[in-house]
C-alpha cells in the first residue's frame, strides 16, 4: 500500500509540474502589441495611430496611420513572442 502511495503522489507531482510548465507561456495583450507598433513605425514626424487591430490564430493585425508624413500600413505582431512583421506600408 505504501508503494502505492508514492507512485500515486509522484504522478500527482508531475501532473502538476506540467501543467505549470504548459501554462507559463505569457502571451501579449492588445494594449501591448500597439506599442510595439507604435514603437517600430515612429518616426521623427508626427505620430503613429493605431485605427484598427484584430486578433487571427497566433497574431495581432495591427493598422496604422501617421498623418504628418502620410505614411500608413499594416503589421502583424506574434503574441507569443513579440515579433514584427510588416505586411503591407505606403508613403504618400
Do not use: P, Y
Not at 506540467?18 to 510595439?36: K, P, V
Not at 518616426?43 to 505614411?71: L, M, P, Q, Y
Amino acid at each position: 500500500m505504501n508503494k502505492k502511495k508514492h507512485r500515486l503522489v509522484g504522478l500527482l507531482v508531475l501532473c502538476i509540474a506540467a501543467f505549470i510548465g504548459c501554462s507559463d507561456r505569457e502571451e501579449l495583450e492588445e494594449q501591448q502589441a500597439e506599442q510595439i507598433v507604435i514603437e517600430h513605425h515612429q518616426k521623427d514626424i508626427g505620430h503613429v495611430e493605431i485605427t484598427s487591430i484584430t486578433h487571427k490564430g497566433n497574431r495581432f493585425v495591427v493598422e496604422w496611420v501617421n498623418d504628418a508624413n502620410c505614411e500608413q500600413g499594416t503589421t502583424s505582431v506574434r503574441d507569443d513572442t513579440g515579433a514584427v512583421t510588416i505586411l503591407g506600408a505606403s508613403i504618400c
